[in-house]
């Protein structure tokens, strides 16, 4: 299936921890996103990699860092986490085309739930 | 710094009705107005979009309309049916510069339909 996945869906971990959470998509976009969503469902984006170069970084703490080893993949990483990380976070992916209309339609995935203790 | 503005925050219907969402956007540098559907568990989903230089778009029984001087534009769901119910988002794509294709989200609707 044509889709993007994400890993893990679920995640629950203590004050203070490291996580990752992996995003692969095989649609053969060129961009990727990460968007977080708040506990009341308000989604905004955190950043977007156009072939493995960073594109867009909102205001976002130091401690998320997300990787591109490819374009495909679009990984993010958590340092030190804390309680208002807790939220669902979202991988999507597109294909940017200046110009065209419908070009640019995000897919997202299921998204992973962490929860922070 | 809320740029879409979304409503209601929740909507309910009766089987066969007619929702209506609503957003208003303040940036003018938006290009591309897609709307889309949420189920629980799940990641969005696009529904149906619009270009700025359109004043309406349907597609089954969904229909936005857009409203560029008064930097509005709204989705009518028809003859809603309980498969309906979800979240729905507008957006709107930013256009050029270093933000292009950056798609910033309204506060989204709960909308159900009843049987």
């Known amino acids: 299936d044509t889709a993007v996945s994400q890993t893990p869906k679920y995640l629950v971990t203590q004050m203070g921890n490291d996580k990752s959470i992996k995003c692969e998509q095989n649609l053969g976009h060129d961009t990727m996103y990460w968007y977080k969503q708040d506990s009341k469902k308000f989604l905004k984006i955190m950043f977007s990699?156009?072939?493995?170069?960073?594109?867009i970084n909102e205001t976002v703490p130091n401690r998320f860092s997300p990787k591109s080893p490819d374009k495909a993949h679009l990984n993010l990483h958590i340092n030190s986490l804390e309680l208002g990380d807790s939220a669902v976070y979202f991988c999507?992916?597109?294909?940017?085309?200046?110009?065209?209309?419908?070009?640019?339609?995000?897919?997202f995935g299921a998204g992973s739930r962490l929860t922070v203790l | 710094q809320q740029q879409v503005k979304q409503s209601p925050q929740s909507l309910i219907v009766q089987k066969g009705g007619i929702s209506i969402i609503n957003c208003a956007y303040e940036n003018t540098a938006f290009d591309y107005f897609p709307w889309y559907q949420q189920f629980p568990g799940k990641g969005p989903a696009l529904l149906i979009a619009?270009?700025?230089?359109?004043s309406e778009k349907k597609e089954g029984r969904f229909t936005i309309s857009f409203n560029k001087s008064a930097k509005q534009f709204s989705l009518h769901i028809m003859d809603s049916q309980p498969g309906d119910s979800a979240t729905y988002f507008c957006a709107a794509r930013s256009r050029g510069g270093t933000s292009y294709g950056k798609l910033t989200f309204g506060q989204g609707t709960i909308l159900t339909v009843h049987p």
């Open positions: 990699y156009n072939n493995k170069e960073l594109i």
């Open positions: 999507a992916s597109s294909q940017a085309s200046r110009g065209k209309s419908g070009a640019n339609v995000l897919t």
């Open positions: 619009i270009r700025p230089d359109v």
